[in-house]
């Protein structure tokens, strides 16, 4: 079993939908959530940061961690052409450096 | 320049050419890390430099040799290639404390394509 699965897409919405991206994880020792975005030709830039389970609000973005369901969510409110890029889910255990990272989902938000 | 950058951004080389790939971070971060990003897979984390020490190699072949000089700055270098190691290799930096809000700030990338 992959330590983190997360459905590579591709995912297209029309403009002003709701968007519910996903990952689940196998290790019980991961406390810390992430959500990067990454547009064609770039790096990846951090836009969520979560610990442990709960909600996480940012403006149109919603972090949602269940740890006993070893299951996050990233929720994106009217969603804009302007979003569309791969998200990576990414998680790591208490004080340690490395992430373990999902594949990736592919969004793209039409107009 | 602001942020971590890497250069070149694009290179394609044989499997008999040696290159080396540049990072450079101006986050006055203390750990730089390279990543290999394949289509269809996750982050591949390869090496670990943290106050220009190697924490980490990831089982990574002996074709790829990272140098790190400084904290600022981080290297890839490349030789004997084969066509499976055609990617976006990702640099990244943190302040390395290893605290739980040890956030890695990613560079754009090098897209590597081996003839």
């Known amino acids: 079993q992959k330590e983190v699965e997360q459905d590579p897409g591709p995912l297209s919405v029309p403009e002003g939908a709701i968007v519910s991206l996903n990952c689940t994880y196998s290790?019980?020792?991961?406390?810390?959530f992430m959500w990067y975005r990454q547009y064609s030709r770039k790096g990846p830039e951090l836009l969520m940061y979560?610990?442990?389970?709960g909600n996480k609000e940012d403006g149109r973005f919603t972090a949602q961690v269940d740890k006993s369901s070893k299951y996050i969510s990233l929720f994106i409110r009217d969603s804009q052409p302007s979003d569309s890029a791969t998200y990576l889910c990414?998680?790591?255990?208490?004080?340690?450096?490395?992430?373990?990272f999902g594949k990736g989902t592919l969004l793209t938000v039409n107009p | 320049e602001t942020g971590v950058t890497q250069t070149p951004r694009h290179l394609v080389m044989g499997m008999t050419n040696k290159k080396s790939l540049k990072c450079e971070q101006h986050?006055?971060?203390?750990?730089m890390y390279w990543y290999k990003q394949s289509a269809k897979k996750p982050l591949e984390l390869m090496f670990v430099?943290?106050?220009?020490?190697?924490?980490e190699n990831n089982s990574v072949p002996s074709r790829f040799s990272p140098e790190c000089p400084n904290s600022s700055h981080l290297f890839l270098h490349l030789h004997t290639l084969q066509p499976e190691d055609s990617a976006l290799y990702l640099c990244?930096?943190?302040?390395?404390?290893?605290?739980?809000?040890?956030?890695?700030?990613f560079g754009p990338g090098t897209r590597l394509t081996v003839l």
């Open positions: 990244a930096s943190s302040q390395g404390d290893r605290t739980s809000t040890d956030t890695q700030y």
């Open positions: 979560t610990y442990s389970s």
């Open positions: 430099y943290n106050f220009k020490e190697q924490t």
């Open positions: 290790n019980s020792a991961f406390q810390y």
């Open positions: 986050l006055g971060h203390n750990a």
């Open positions: 990414a998680m790591k255990s208490s004080s340690n450096y490395k992430l373990t």
